[in-house]
């Protein structure tokens, strides 16, 4: 069983809400679609999806088959909609101290890492013999590769990581 982790397509930001509220930005769909037509998605797969809007359309534009929306598949909570200058240096300092919230209204770190992790352990319980396609988020899925290697957090990777694209575990 192999999971494939897919990170959502280019979201349409909106600065005056939170990024779990943003939509797929229809400028990048040729991205995602360019991803389902690179062959490196499973022919058969179990797809699951985080319920937030950007990856629920990079989802659907992947596949024509059903979609499970899961909501341990989120992103860290990420409450406020302060447009933050320094983004990818607020999430270095997450990863850093990953038991306290490294901006008001974010949830720490390791209770994302511990959400998402159940949840796609039950996803693998629930699927033993199936592969799974997971479209979510760049932080959460940093964090589950971490967890289910047990290597340290790529930051590299994830600063690295395109809109869409995908993990391979």
Known sequence: ?????VRHGRPLIDRARPAAEWELDPAGFDDVWALRESGRLPARAAWFTSPEPKAIATAQLLTEGEVGIVDGLREQVRESAAWIDDFAGTVWRAFDQPDAPAYDGWEPLVVCRDRVTATVRGLVADHPETDLVLVGHGTAWTLLVAELTGAPP?????????MPDLIVV
Do not use: E
């Open 1 to 5: 069983m192999t999971l494939y982790l």
């Open 154 to 162: 790529d930051l590299d990777r994830w600063r690295d990581l395109a």
